[in-house]
């Protein structure tokens, strides 16, 4: 079956620094990967997404790689700010195999301190 | 335009009663979700609905919880005879669907659901 793994939070950092959450996964198909970002008391919003190998998805100074040969989709930033303290969760959506709903990681929660 | 909207946004109840869910999808989105988010289990997948296709319920984790779609619009879940472990956040969201493509998902809020 379909699955990801995302490492675990809590992730601290201080302003300015540079993120990394890492994310793998396994799949039945050839999957479309996604990045969402829950803010604190708000609902899941799509930060970016990628659909096919070595595709780069970019949103608001985040980006994540497609790799296909390590399962991977690793969501970067270079420079995190105090806004972007949220809960990250890394998922797929495996279509090829008419399985259309999204398969979620654990979630990372982000905290940045000024 | 309006996002994907949900009702009640917290709804507390007794072990043993049952409890509807209602969600309104973005119009004209013709998929829609439900995924239930929980401390212990995180993220789930419950159950798709795409247009008039019979659903995809193979994420339902018993036969206690149901969803209905009515007109292609308004879906509402239910969960009958609630347990302790049915406590968690509720989400529904919904997408185009066009061709093989992924459309995005757009969520709602979530329902918080609290069995005491």
């Known amino acids: 079956g379909n699955s990801v793994t995302q490492m675990e939070g809590p992730v601290t950092l201080s302003e300015e620094a540079f993120l990394t959450i890492n994310c793998t996964y396994t799949?039945?198909?050839?999957?479309?990967l996604f990045w969402y970002v829950q803010y604190p008391g708000e609902g899941l919003q799509l930060l970016l997404k990628?659909?096919?190998?070595?595709d780069k998805g970019s949103n608001k100074g985040f980006e994540a790689t497609y790799r296909k040969e390590t399962t991977s989709f690793h969501l970067e930033k270079g420079s995190v700010q105090v806004s972007d303290s949220a809960v990250y969760f890394c998922?797929?959506?495996?279509?090829?195999?008419?399985?259309?709903?999204?398969?979620f990681g654990s979630g990372t929660r982000l905290q940045v301190q000024p | 335009g309006a996002g994907v909207s949900q009702s009640p946004s917290n709804k507390v109840t007794e072990k043993g009663k049952d409890v509807e869910l209602r969600c309104d999808p973005i119009?004209?989105?013709?998929?829609l979700y439900w995924y239930r988010q929980s401390l212990g289990q995180g993220l789930e997948f419950l159950i798709y609905?795409?247009?008039?296709?019979?659903?995809?319920k193979s994420g339902l984790p018993s036969d206690r919880f149901s969803a209905e779609r009515t007109g292609g619009s308004v879906s509402t879940l239910t969960i009958q005879r609630t347990q302790q472990e049915d406590s968690a956040v509720y989400l529904c969201?919904?997408?185009?669907?066009?061709?093989?493509?992924?459309?995005?998902?757009?969520f709602g809020p979530g329902t918080r659901l609290t069995v005491l």
């Open positions: 799949a039945t198909g050839y999957p479309s």
């Open positions: 609905f795409q247009g008039n296709s019979a659903p995809d």
């Open positions: 119009s004209g989105h013709t998929a």
């Open positions: 998922a797929l959506s495996d279509h090829d195999t008419g399985r259309r709903a999204l398969t």
């Open positions: 969201a919904s997408s185009l669907l066009t061709g093989g493509s992924y459309n995005e998902q757009f």
């Open positions: 990628a659909t096919k190998a070595d």
